[in-house]
Nanobody, 128 residues
Framework: QLRLVETGGELVQPGGSLRLSCAVS????????IGWFRQAPGKEREGMSC????????TIGAAVAGRFTISRDNERNTVDLQMNNLTPEDTAVYYC?????????????????????WGQGTQVTVSS
């Protein structure tokens, strides 16, 4: 059974950093991408970044480029999102999701409709 579990969300002060992890299990092949999304109260879900699990190519959205970095940890079987220089506008529930991808050389795009398996989310609150 495909399963994604996000951890790492918490209260952090402006300017601080957090590292979110997405534990991935139940996949029988490498032909998928993992994306990170967030949803703030009253706002639509926003795609931030994704990684092609087979080839390792990453995509980072313009809104978080330079502050957020996506990476995978093959030993822990997680996809992590390192978030630096956080602001109150980063407050949201953060989700990871998995979606199919054809080739290891493909570049994923963090569009929610391309991802079919979702985690339950983890709350990130940036406040002093």
């Amino acid at each position: 059974q495909l399963r994604l579990v996000e951890t790492g969300g918490e209260l952090v002060q402006p300017g601080g950093s957090l590292r979110l992890s997405c534990a991935v299990s139940g996949f029988t092949s490498d032909s998928y991408a993992i994306g990170w999304f967030r949803q703030a109260p009253g706002k639509e879900r926003e795609g931030m970044s994704c990684i092609n699990n087979a080839g390792g190519k990453t995509t980072i959205g313009a809104a978080v480029a330079g502050r957020f970095t996506i990476s995978r940890d093959n030993e822990r079987n997680t996809v992590d999102l390192q978030m630096n220089n956080l602001t109150p506008e980063d407050t949201a529930v953060y989700y990871c999701a998995a979606g199919p991808i054809r080739h290891a050389s493909d570049l994923c795009v963090p569009y929610a409709d391309k991802f079919t398996v979702w985690g339950q989310g983890t709350q990130v609150t940036v406040s002093s």
